[in-house]
């Protein structure tokens, strides 16, 4: 099974209005919106995976709005529909955004994604929810998802409604993680919204709930986001460890170097004959975000090798995407580690 996991998508209101832009040269009504142009290009990697994740952090609103950007999101459902057509199967949905709009935020973004055909977990519209494990299956593998993120900024959760959103407690997660496994899962793959913003060197409460939560053989891999930049990719306990994608999709107001930039991580789930799964680091896809033209901007999220080898690029958006390159391997490194035989 081949696993793709990509970051944030993290809608602001200058990628709407790019999506507006987008729709209009497509001859769609007054009005509408498409992301489907912005998100394109990694469609081809991502298709490719059996399975592909990706971390919708903020909530949506209705499908005509009102659209709210930072710092209390409630973005265009219309993200959805072009996660779903890059060939994402599944979104985790907790994080620090996730209560931006309350309770009623959680339930219509979860009755969203139902309604796109994206599978979800991570918060929740009733405590039976919250309890359902979600499992897919590939290859003749069942991989079991769960997410949680380190809080909700300075907007609480419903006292009466714990269960909406999944905080970090590693001990909860390690519990979670062995239900899993006694349900059948082969593989538990934990998502954690953490870290701080714009570091790509991994918090001490990152490496402390790293430690803490690979020391449970029912976890096989652990990855996040919430940094808005990469961080890198290791082994802790013996058990690999991506501590931050970057962004998938963004627009964020900032002069920090790195929020454009992001990585699309692959590992090969790998069945041995003894009956237990080899989870295996098989490299990453550097992506960027960026226009053609700065000066009129068509935002799309570039698979940075598949766009450099079509040659098709302006030299200005080549230097940048180069740059970028260099700069996520500068923290994540260039090769996967050497294969482990069965």
Known sequence: MRLALAG??????????????????????????????????????????????????????ERTGPFRSYPTFSVPPQILSAIAGTGFDACTTASNHSVDQGFEGVTRTLDALDRNGIRHTGTARTAREKRRLLRMKSGGLELALLSYTYGTNVLPVDADKPWSVNLIGPA?????????????????????????????????????VADEVTRSRDVDLVYGHHAHVVQPVRKVNGTWVAFGLGNFVAEQETEVVGVYEGMIAEFDLVPRRSGRVDVRWAGYRPTYIGSHNPARPRIRVHDIDAALSAGTLPLSLRERMRAARERVRSVVGEAPPARVSP
């Open 172 to 208: 909860a997660i390690r519990a979670d993680a062995r239900r899993a496994k006694a349900r059948g899962a082969d593989v538990v793959v934990v998502a954690l919204h953490w870290g701080d913003e714009y570091s790509h060197a991994p918090s001490d409460y990152q490496l402390t």
């Open 8 to 61: 944030d998508v993290l809608p602001h209101d200058g990628l709407w209005q790019v999506a507006r832009a987008d729709a209009r040269r497509a001859g769609k009504s007054r009005g509408s919106l498409d992301f489907g142009p912005i998100l394109r290009p990694t469609r081809p990697v991502i298709e490719a995976a059996d399975v592909a994740i990706c971390h919708l952090e903020t909530p949506v609103a």
